[in-house]
T-cell receptor, first 113, second 113 residues
């Protein structure tokens, strides 16, 4: 009965590798997001999708590419990983017409060595 | 542009004591205001929100926040905290009719027995 799920929960990888994080929501929401939380707990939006269409694309390096195969899934692919990419990445979704009311996944802790 | 300031990075308090977590925002346009809570190793959960109407909003677990337009504040209060309230609390704003949440840097509430 998980609402917003992410896999994997932990990801340890070396610089230069390519990795993906998957997100799925079973809430029937149209809008999904990716956030990055740094080591100081600062949370910043990266992308948002509405019904598979990109809506928000913050100033994120091109190495980050979101993909939404359907409105229940929003995956994040990262190319050529760098040390500074180490963070916790959160996926979230939002019901239609509920401004700001976002449901967050448990997070994926990415460590780049 | 909008910004959110949470002046206190940490608030230590004893169980059953009252607590106030401060949040100030800056915006030239009308905004919605939110408090999210993040328990250890979990994603964020919406605690309460102000969209319009009564400036005092309450959560189901005893927290309340008051929107003060003249002071551009949305402080979070609880008259008597529990150990289980130990968590990171994030204040956030979104501009009306946009989909972007802007978070503050968070306040860690630590409740001691």
């Amino acid at each position: 009965d998980t609402a917003v799920s992410q896999t994997p929960k932990y990801l340890v990888t070396q610089m230069g590798n390519d990795k993906s994080i998957k997100c799925e929501q079973n809430l029937g929401h149209d809008t999904m997001y990716w956030y990055k939380q740094d080591s100081k707990k600062f949370l910043k939006i990266m992308f948002s999708y509405n019904n598979k269409e990109l809506i928000i694309n913050e100033t994120v390096p091109n190495r980050f590419s979101p993909k939404s195969p359907d409105k229940a899934h929003l995956n994040l692919h990262i190319n050529s990983l760098e040390l500074g990419d180490s963070a916790v990445y959160f996926c979230a979704s939002r019901p239609h017409d509920r401004a700001g009311e976002q449901y967050f996944g448990p997070g994926t802790r990415l460590t780049v060595t | 542009a909008q910004s959110v300031t949470q002046l206190d990075s940490q608030v230590p308090v004893f169980e059953e004591a009252p607590v106030e977590l401060r949040c100030n925002y800056s915006s030239s346009v009308s905004v919605y205001l939110f408090w999210y809570v993040q328990y250890p190793n979990q994603g964020l959960q919406l605690l309460l929100k102000y969209l319009s109407g009564s400036t005092l909003v309450k959560s189901i677990n005893g927290f309340e926040a008051e929107f003060n337009k003249s002071q551009t504040s949305f402080h979070l209060r609880k008259p008597s905290v529990h150990i289980s309230d130990t968590a990171e609390y994030f204040c956030a704003v979104s501009v009306k009719n946009t989909d972007k949440l802007i978070f503050g840097t968070g306040t860690r509430l630590q409740v001691f027995p």
